[in-house]
């Protein structure tokens, strides 16, 4: 059964800060990997999304990386802003039982302040 | 274009009542699936749907069901609501099945049984 961890639990860090989430997952064979951030109450939006194939992928401030052998991917927020508090999500799509199914981690709660 | 759309937004139910939510996925989107999301859980995996065809589901009671229409838009039904149904219901919708190119979630459905 896929587990995926985030880790840490709750980061707040001051404005303009390089930062770095971590996700971590049990079973390597998965699909592809897609980070979310929700804002409180809201629906989920998609941030990034890794084929399996692929190690990395950029979005404007954003870069998310992807190691399949070792069960981990990490997101790089760059210069943190006021505006990218959210609680940010990492899920894993595999196939066979899970397929067509997401595992989400539990998120990681991200405040920058002024 | 348009996201996914859930509707309603929130709902205040009795115990013992059952209630149906609606989603309509993007334009074009065949696969469609339901998610919970409670506090304590986190985000659960409920059903997929794709070409009107339940693909996967998850560890969820009976009472929970869905199903989806020919025009892709797809339908939640809870029964016999319990307390513990409370939680924010989000639907995703994908190009297609096994969520190969992602997912884009709505901005859910609020149920809270009273």
């Known amino acids: 059964k896929q587990e995926v961890t985030q880790i840490p639990a709750a980061l707040s860090v001051p404005e303009g800060e390089n930062l770095v989430l971590n996700c971590s997952f049990t079973d390597s064979a998965i699909y592809n990997l897609q980070w979310f951030r929700q804002d409180p109450g809201k629906g989920l939006t998609s941030l990034l999304l890794?084929?399996?194939?692929?190690r990395e992928q950029t979005s404007g401030r954003l870069n998310a990386s992807l190691d399949k052998s070792s069960g981990r991917s990490t997101l790089y927020i760059a210069a943190s802003q006021p505006g990218d508090s959210a609680t940010y999500l990492c899920a894993v799509g595999a196939g066979g039982t899970s397929y067509g199914k997401l595992t989400f981690g539990q998120g990681t709660i991200l405040t920058v302040h002024p | 274009k348009a996201g996914v759309t859930q509707t309603p937004r929130y709902l205040i139910k009795t115990r013992g009542q059952q209630v149906t939510l609606s989603c309509s996925p993007i334009?074009?989107?065949?696969?469609v699936s339901w998610y919970q999301q409670t506090p304590g859980q986190g985000l659960q995996f409920l059903f997929e749907y794709f070409s009107e065809t339940q693909r996967n589901k998850g560890n969820f009671p009976g009472r929970f069901s869905g199903r989806q229409f020919s025009n892709s838009r797809s339908e939640m039904n809870v029964s016999t609501l319990e307390l513990g149904d409370s939680a924010l219901y989000l639907c995703?919708?994908?190009?297609?099945?096994?969520?190969?190119?992602?997912?884009?979630f709505g901005s859910g459905t609020r149920l809270t049984v009273v």
């Open positions: 334009s074009g989107h065949r696969s």
């Open positions: 995703a919708s994908s190009l297609s099945s096994g969520g190969g190119y992602g997912y884009t």
């Open positions: 890794i084929q399996s194939s692929q």
